[in-house]
């Protein structure tokens, strides 16, 4: 897999990510968008080593709402 290709599975991802924010916390597209850029788990998945960002957008979503709703990544 190449960088570009990573990218794009992160890039994908961080809209799926935000627009599933946007719902469940009734967040505006930038609120959400803000939201994810500062989390841990935005750091995790678009970390090569980790592999988050070739994981299902559910998955990886599980991780930033514990995240946003315990202040903390499991």
């Known amino acids: 897999m190449t960088t570009g290709d990573i990218q794009y599975l992160?890039?994908?991802?961080?809209?799926?990510l935000a627009e599933m924010l946007s719902k469940d916390f009734n967040m505006n597209i930038?609120?959400?968008?803000d939201?994810?850029?500062n989390s841990e788990t935005y750091l995790k998945?678009?970390?090569?080593?980790?592999?988050?960002?070739?994981q299902s957008p559910l998955y990886v979503y599980s991780y930033l709402k514990q995240e946003?709703?315990?202040g903390k990544l499991a």
Do not use: K, M, Q, R
């Not at 992160?10 to 799926?16: I, M, N, P, Q, S």
């Not at 930038?30 to 968008?33: G, M, Q, R």
């Not at 998945?45 to 070739?54: I, M, Q």
């Open 45 to 54: 998945f678009t970390n090569p080593a980790t592999g988050l960002y070739y």
């Open 68 to 70: 946003i709703t315990t």
């Open 35 to 37: 939201t994810l850029y």
């Open 10 to 16: 992160t890039e994908a991802l961080a809209v799926d």
């Open 30 to 33: 930038l609120e959400s968008l």
